[in-house]
C-alpha cells in the first residue's frame, strides 16, 4: 500500500511490542524497515523516506490509548493522505485492512475529505484518508463536519452520496 501514500510528518509512537509494530506497519502501509535513530528508534517508511519512528515503551503493560467516549490528553490521532485523490484507492485500502484483520474505528465523509480510522496494536488512532473536490466546502464555515458514515460506500453497496454531484470525481 505505500505507493498509495502521499505523505504524513514523522511520527515516533512508542509501542508496547516492536515486533508486533513493525509488522502492522509493513503489513497495513508496506513500510520498510529503515534502521535505527541515534535513541535507538526503529525507523520505518517508503521509498527511504521516514515516516515512523517506534521506540520501545518502558512499561509494556502501560496505559493505552483511551480512543472513546473520554477525552484525554495527548495525541488524538495522525493521518495519512493516501494517493490519488480517488474513492477507489480509498475503498481498495479499506478492504486491504478489513482482510488483515484491522480494527476498524470509524469511516466518514468529512465533506473535504473522506476518512478511515483505525487502530494500531496499541490502540493509536490512525487515519487514511483522500481529499474531495475543493468546491464540496467553498461555502462551509467548518468544513470538516461529518456529512455521513461512509460504511456502505467502502463495502461497494452504494457510491458515496457527493459523488452524485461530482461525476467527475474517481
Not at 131 to 158: F, I, M, Q, S
Amino acid at each position: 500500500m505505500s505507493d498509495t501514500l502521499l505523505r504524513t510528518t514523522r511520527v515516533t509512537l512508542r509501542a508496547s511490542d516492536i515486533a508486533r509494530s513493525v509488522k502492522f506497519y509493513e503489513d497495513v502501509f508496506g513500510f520498510d524497515q529503515l534502521g535505527k535513530d541515534e535513541a535507538g528508534r526503529t525507523l520505518m517508511g517508503a521509498d527511504g523516506i521516514v515516516m515512523l519512528a517506534l521506540e520501545q515503551a518502558k512499561d509494556p503493560n502501560g496505559s493505552r490509548p483511551v480512543v472513546e467516549p473520554q477525552p484525554f490528553i495527548g495525541m488524538e490521532h495522525f493521518a495519512f493522505e493516501l494517493e490519488p485523490d480517488s474513492f477507489e484507492v480509498l475503498r481498495a485500502f479499506w478492504r486491504h485492512i478489513n482482510a488483515l484483520g484491522v480494527e476498524i474505528h470509524h469511516c466518514v465523509d468529512h465533506i473535504i475529505t473522506n476518512s478511515i480510522y483505525f487502530l494500531d496494536p496499541d490502540r493509536n488512532l490512525i487515519e487514511a484518508y483522500i481529499n474531495c473536490p475543493k468546491e464540496r466546502a467553498r461555502d462551509l464555515e467548518h468544513p470538516y463536519g461529518t456529512v455521513e458514515d461512509l460504511d456502505d460506500a467502502l463495502a461497494g453497496k452504494c457510491q458515496p452520496a457527493w459523488m452524485k454531484d461530482y461525476p467527475h470525481a474517481k
